[in-house]
């Protein structure tokens, strides 16, 4: 519908009712007179009923706009639907009583948002910014709340401000900021998804606690994490699946699940963020951080191996003639697949519980020289039993030990030594003198072998960093 210009006796009609809707309207300069600011704006702070309600629907403002120390309800469907904004547009210290629905809007200049209160659900659909700005107002002690949930569904064309900010729950994956962006002290409660966007190199996330907040299919390699945490034992992600860790009303109830895709996620998707974040860190040398992003994917790895298992081992059986009802399809077996599950089950499920027990993924070079020792001694202590020998010096004679003498110790210690080393010729006068002693030794020799390549590795990264 065409728009026509506002004139001040129909504004003035329309903002003393109960409920104030502009519909087509076309807001110019001259209502700027009507606070008579010296400033080219519209002030409604003073021209609003309390508990008044309102909405604009497919109207234009060709002057700035001020909403300040005011209660907002919403009127119909939508706050603003189909409004363009050629100017600035303030909220300043609002309290917003009841939903807001922000549609097809276009703010040319900046959205300023500071110090409100939101106590219903607040969304953004298919809205244009050029700058945004959410702050707490200066010299004011109110952060922004936003107390349900919020949508981003916008575009932010130059830069957005996020800072001191309280966030319930929050939907940030439709939105797309091309410039300069900053996420400052904001505290995020209950559940932030920053899935698939491609980050800008301009991205920063400062002073936040990232703990409850997904950036699952996400590409973030150059964002600036600056002074923020994470809680290891309860990243979101992987609550989030499990209905005791994440009740299911948290995100139900805020209708940002409907189709649960939170939760329709993998083990490798976990793995492959928090590679993510490792390499992040590492870029940023915040050496610290990369080590608990590295031990957090290697701990997920085995669980990662024993579902792709499952799954192949699933449709093998399938697949199978004999599997109970299922007729034959024609449809060949994924043998690569299916072995090469296998094989993942069978070696490296072992290496990576070798690799944490050993050394912590690699993190602590510490861990591995003390697995060195411990390992050097227990096994000191079994040789004596299973049955070594050795040969005095200067004598051709053979001579069995199997108790635990001084002596026994002392030679079980020397073959310890000589089995955990891989340097065969030390010690070329203490030998097993049983199977199981040389079974026992080439297992030690192996599990000492990785212990010494695990200590490099560890070594290696600690001076890398």
């Known amino acids: 519908m065409e728009k026509q210009i ?16 502009f519909n087509n309207y076309i807001f110019n300069s001259f209502l700027s007179n009507v606070k008579y600011d010296y400033k080219n704006e519209l002030d409604f702070s003073q021209l609003i009923k309390k508990d008044a309600l309102l909405s604009f629907n497919n109207c234009e403002f060709l002057i700035d706009v001020v909403f300040k120390n005011i209660v907002l309800k919403q009127k119909g469907k939508y706050f603003l639907n189909n ?3 050629r100017k600035n547009v303030l909220f300043d210290n609002i309290d917003f009583e009841n939903d807001i629905n922000i ?4 703010f040319m200049n900046e959205l300023g948002i500071f110090s409100c209160d939101f106590k219903g659900p607040l969304e953004f659909e298919k809205v244009e910014i050029n700058e945004l700005i959410i702050n ?3 010299g004011h002690e109110r952060n922004n709340k936003f107390n349900e949930r919020v949508i981003f569904n916008c575009l932010i064309k130059n830069k957005s401000i996020i800072k001191d900010s309280f966030f319930m729950t929050v939907n940030f994956n439709d939105f797309k900021s091309i410039g300069y962006s900053l996420f400052d002290n904001i505290e995020f409660h209950n559940l932030a998804q920053f899935r ?3 980050f800008s190199k301009e991205t920063i996330f ?5 703990t409850h907040c997904s950036f699952l299919f996400s590409r973030f390699d150059d964002v600036n994490f600056t002074n923020c945490t994470f809680n290891f034992k309860y990243l979101v992600d992987e609550r989030i699946k499990d209905p005791s860790k994440f009740p299911r009303e948290e995100v139900l109830c805020y209708e940002i699940d409907q189709d649960n895709k939170i939760r329709d996620i993998k083990t490798i998707d976990l793995i492959n963020c928090y590679r993510m974040f490792e390499n992040n860190y590492d870029k940023y040398k915040n050496y610290e951080m990369a080590g608990n992003f590295h031990v957090k994917r290697f701990s997920l790895q085995n669980k990662s191996y024993l579902e792709d298992y499952n799954y192949n081992f699933k449709e093998f059986l399938k697949k199978t003639p004999c599997h109970p009802g299922i007729e034959k399809s024609g449809k060949r077996v994924n043998w690569y697949d299916f072995i090469k599950t296998s094989i993942n089950i069978i070696f490296k499920i072992p290496f990576t519980f070798f690799y944490r027990i050993l050394s912590n993924y690699g993190e602590s070079y510490i ?3 003390f697995s060195f020792i411990f390992i050097l001694i227990i096994f000191s202590f079994i040789y004596p039993y299973t049955e070594i020998a050795y040969k005095p010096y200067n004598t051709s004679e053979l001579l069995t030990l199997q108790d635990y003498s001084l002596t026994a110790l002392k030679y079980g210690f020397l073959f310890s030594l000589k089995s955990s080393i891989p340097i065969r010729f030390l010690f070329e006068n203490i030998q097993a003198y049983s199977d199981l002693s040389a079974v026992i030794s080439g297992l030690q020799f192996i599990i000492q072998t990785m212990n010494i390549t695990l200590f490099i590795i560890s070594l290696k990264r600690k001076f890398r960093r």
């Open 196 to 198: 698939y966007i491609n």
């Open 83 to 85: 409004v363009i904004f």
């Open 367 to 369: 861990r591995s020289f």
């Open 103 to 106: 549609y097809d809007v276009k």
């Open 136 to 138: 707490r107002k200066t």
């Open 206 to 210: 400062h002073n936040c606690d990232l």
């Open 6 to 21: 506002l004139t001040k006796k129909e504004f003035d009609k329309i903002i003393s009712k109960d409920e104030i809707v």
